[in-house]
């Protein structure tokens, strides 16, 4: 009288151990900001504030504000105070325009009440990368801050700082700076590294087959023997009016290689877009960050042909080398409409 329960509680747990990759059954709430600095607000923050050094400056550029490094090689500005409620698993996304080959940039967060005195140095929220081309490099920020919860509790005050590095000449150009808190939830596709261990080749035109392994907590995606290529998903249905945010969570992209992702459309109109619309090019982000970018100004320019209603594959692929690997913890859309 037991077999049937006891055959669904054995499939339960199997299934519990597969990877997962799934849309939200129910619309959830779409990602809304609860702290948003443009370009012309950034352009008035105050350089930072330090134990010594690192003043740097910055001015209202075109579109940007343009963050310059102090005379010592690194250092910018800081957001007025700022209180962060852990507790909401907050997520800061900093959209960067442009960052020159050559020089690096970087984030953190410094409480306004160090306890320890060399936390006046700020706690590191995004380590020093080339990251740019207006995508939004994003990280969890309680993450990042998770080790300081006994000493500052949950509820914190503190200032953000942006800034460049690598010489006294060093720039970078910001577009915004925004927080949104993630307790709820605001995916609509998620897939862990399990689910996209378990992706098929790209299919192209010609050539970028690469291959999937599952590694220690992320999907390990080599490119093809012709030096680039990588991986594609199970099709997907994106809603422009909605304007979807593509996450990519990224543990590890080696020195040297870079990694990238495409929308491929299901049924491409035109030949060539058989080889996909580029939604973040090709990079080094990582150290479990995500890379996150807005879809629709991505495929702003192919509405007219799909609609805003399109069918389609995300292909993630490292490049440049028939070694070339990129380590991916998850992938995942959230609607921001």
């Given at each position: 009288?037991?077999?049937?329960?006891?055959?669904?509680?054995?499939?339960?747990?199997?299934?519990a151990?597969?990877?997962?990759?799934?849309?939200?059954?129910?619309?959830?709430?779409?990602?809304s900001?609860?702290?948003?600095a443009?370009?012309?607000?950034?352009?008035?923050?105050?350089?930072?504030?330090?134990?010594?050094?690192?003043?740097?400056?910055?001015?209202?550029?075109?579109?940007?504000?343009?963050?310059?490094?102090?005379?010592?090689?690194?250092?910018?500005?800081?957001?007025?105070?700022?209180?962060?409620?852990?507790?909401?698993?907050?997520?800061?996304?900093?959209?960067?325009?442009?960052?020159?080959d050559?020089f690096?940039?970087?984030?953190?967060?410094?409480?306004?009440?160090?306890?320890?005195?060399?936390?006046?140095?700020?706690?590191?929220?995004?380590?020093?990368?080339?990251?740019?081309?207006n995508?939004?490099?994003?990280?969890?920020?309680?993450?990042?801050?998770n080790?300081?919860?006994?000493?500052?509790?949950?509820?914190?005050?503190?200032?953000?700082?942006?800034?460049?590095?690598?010489?006294?000449?060093?720039?970078?150009?910001?577009?915004?700076?925004?927080?949104?808190?993630?307790?709820?939830?605001?995916?609509?596709y998620?897939?862990?590294?399990?689910?996209?261990?378990?992706?098929?080749?790209?299919?192209t035109?010609?050539?970028?087959?690469?291959?999937?392994?599952?590694?220690?907590?992320?999907?390990?995606?080599?490119?093809a023997?012709?030096?680039?290529?990588?991986?594609?998903?199970?099709?997907?249905?994106?809603?422009?009016?909605?304007?979807?945010?593509?996450?990519?969570?990224v543990?590890?992209?080696?020195?040297?290689?870079?990694?990238?992702?495409?929308?491929?459309?299901?049924?491409?109109v035109?030949?060539?877009?058989?080889?996909?619309?580029?939604?973040?090019?090709?990079?080094?982000?990582?150290?479990?960050?995500?890379?996150?970018?807005?879809?629709k100004?991505?495929?702003?320019?192919?509405?007219?042909?799909?609609?805003?209603?399109?069918?389609?594959?995300?292909?993630?692929y490292?490049?440049?080398?028939?070694?070339?690997?990129?380590?991916?913890?998850?992938?995942?859309?959230?609607?921001?409409?």
């Amino acid at each position: 009288m037991y077999k049937k329960p006891f055959i669904a509680l054995i499939l339960l747990l199997a299934l519990a151990t597969l990877g997962t990759a799934c849309l939200a059954e129910s619309a959830p709430e779409a990602l809304s900001f609860i702290y948003e600095a443009d370009f012309e607000a950034i352009s008035e923050w105050g350089s930072m504030v330090t134990p010594g050094g690192g003043e740097g400056s910055v001015t209202k550029g075109d579109n940007a504000a343009i963050i310059k490094a102090a005379a010592d090689g690194w250092g910018g500005v800081q957001s007025e105070p700022i209180t962060i409620d852990l507790s909401k698993n907050p997520f800061l996304f900093v959209q960067v325009m442009e960052n020159h080959d050559g020089f690096v940039w970087g984030a953190k967060f410094t409480p306004s009440d160090p306890i320890i005195e060399d936390h006046a140095w700020g706690f590191y929220l995004i380590a020093d990368n080339n990251f740019k081309w207006n995508n939004y490099a994003v990280v969890d920020m309680k993450e990042r801050l998770n080790d300081y919860i006994d000493l500052y509790g949950e509820t914190i005050e503190g200032v953000l700082w942006v800034y460049p590095a690598g010489s006294p000449e060093a720039e970078v150009e910001v577009t915004s700076v925004k927080i949104a808190n993630m307790e709820n939830n605001p995916f609509i596709y998620e897939a862990d590294f399990e689910a996209v261990s378990e992706w098929g080749s790209m299919v192209t035109p010609g050539g970028g087959e690469g291959s999937v392994t599952k590694g220690d907590n992320a999907a390990i995606i080599k490119a093809a023997p012709d030096g680039w290529g990588g991986v594609q998903s199970e099709p997907i249905t994106i809603d422009l009016s909605k304007d979807p945010f593509l996450f990519v969570q990224v543990m590890e992209s080696h020195d040297g290689f870079k990694w990238g992702a495409k929308f491929t459309p299901v049924d491409p109109v035109i030949e060539d877009h058989a080889w996909g619309f580029y939604l973040i090019a090709d990079n080094n982000f990582k150290w479990n960050n995500y890379a996150v970018v807005d879809m629709k100004a991505r495929l702003a320019d192919f509405i007219d042909l799909y609609g805003e209603t399109i069918e389609g594959v995300i292909w993630v692929y490292p490049a440049g080398s028939p070694e070339a690997e990129v380590e991916i913890t998850s992938v995942k859309i959230a609607n921001t409409k």
